[in-house]
């Protein structure tokens, strides 16, 4: 079965970091590309960060360049998210997608900035 499961989130003052995780199982990782997007309360689910399977090219929202970096590790199937200098409107539940045959979610980790 194909399983995503992100951790890492929680509660974080303005300027402070994070850093989440994605644990894929049930497919070979190394040839997916992979992504974070994240959906605020009243809003659309946006793409934050991506990651291909290949040479490991990401993109970003304009919003996080130079705040968040997206990352793997095909050893331990795990893609990252490391988030730093958060503000405020970082809050959001943060989904992970695998881009299979159909693009697949994890259950989603809340992160809230606030103080």
């Known amino acids: 079965q194909v399983q995503l499961v992100e951790s890492g989130g929680g509660l974080v003052q303005p300027g402070g970091s994070l850093r989440l995780s994605c644990a894929a199982s049930g497919f070979t990782f190394s040839i997916y590309a992979m992504s974070w997007y994240r959906q605020a309360p009243g809003k659309e689910r946006e793409l934050v960060a991506g990651?291909?399977?290949?040479?490991?090219?990401?993109n970003y929202a304009e919003s996080v360049k130079g705040r968040f970096t997206i990352s793997r590790d095909n050893a331990k199937n795990t893609v990252y998210l490391q988030m730093n200098n958060l503000e405020p409107e970082d809050t959001a539940v943060y989904y992970c997608?695998?881009?299979?045959?159909?693009?697949?979610w994890g259950q989603g980790t809340l992160v809230s900035v606030s103080s």
């Open positions: 990651i291909t399977s290949g040479d490991g090219r990401t």
């Open positions: 997608r695998a881009d299979l045959f159909r693009p697949f």
